[in-house]
């Protein structure tokens, strides 16, 4: 079974939850493992994905790229999965992957499932999981045909090391014309201090009972006294207060 795992990557870092991910697929054994890295200037970036399990990884390296933009993403994906074969491509869940996810599905005619926490073979069929009832089973789900894309919730798998080297194949990218139609003017970055809450031990979470937003200075001035991050309920997320 051919498995390829999308691995995105930011400021030069390949992401944590993109390696969990090559992490997990590794361990569905099968020596068809490969992940892709599209980028500009991230051919150095490659060779990490060797020691969390994958054996090829595919580069496209082109200035097109460079913007973390999904349809150039989309055109060079669908060109590596008609030519090789690829059964099956995994995303690690971000805003980037699931577009990427999504549009894909669309152009290869592809079933997608989303939002699932774990994958695992039942008589040789891959089983996907995905919560349900907000969170209170799980539901298998699957695939009629080939390729078979699945996208997972953040954080659901760690990287794990076995070591071990990738190697590595350049790609030559085609674009479409309308994929190029976009540019990207700006992109902003929040600052903030403390550990994510992806990466956070300790978080401390605010909710309705603060009693307003101003009241979140609390949960800052104790998340910083305790080393943790801060997190705020679906409620008063949805309300503006964070």
């Not at 903030?192 to 990466?199: F, M």
Request: aromatic share 6%.
């Amino acid at each position: 079974m051919s498995t390829l795992v999308f691995l995105e990557h930011h400021d030069g870092q390949l992401q944590k939850g993109s390696l969990g991910l090559l992490s997990k697929a590794a361990t569905l054994g099968g020596d068809d493992l490969a992940g892709v890295v599209l980028g500009s200037g991230v051919t150095e970036l490659a060779a990490g994905a060797g020691r969390y399990g994958a054996n090829k990884v595919y580069v496209a390296d082109d200035p097109k790229l460079d913007a973390p933009l999904p349809q150039p993403r989309v055109d060079a994906l669908a060109k590596l999965v008609r030519e090789r074969g690829i059964e099956t491509v995994l995303f690690a869940g971000s805003v980037l992957a699931a577009d990427v996810a999504a549009a894909l599905s669309a152009r290869l005619d592809a079933g997608l499932n989303w939002d699932l926490v774990d994958l695992v073979r039942e008589n040789g069929t891959l089983v996907g999981k995905r919560p349900a009832l907000q969170d209170t089973v799980y539901v298998d789900v699957g695939w009629r045909d080939e390729p078979r894309l699945a996208l997972f919730r953040s954080g659901v798998f760690d990287p794990a090391e076995t070591g071990g080297e990738a190697d590595i194949e350049e790609l030559e990218a085609e674009f479409e014309d309308f994929s190029l139609a976009a540019t990207m003017v700006e992109q902003a970055h929040e600052e903030s201090e403390g550990p994510s809450i992806e990466d956070a031990e300790i978080i401390v979470a605010g909710g309705r009972g603060l009693g307003g937003p101003e009241n979140f200075t609390l949960a800052e001035d104790l998340a910083r006294a305790l080393g943790g991050a801060v997190a705020a309920t679906r409620a008063v997320v949805d309300a503006g207060w964070y």
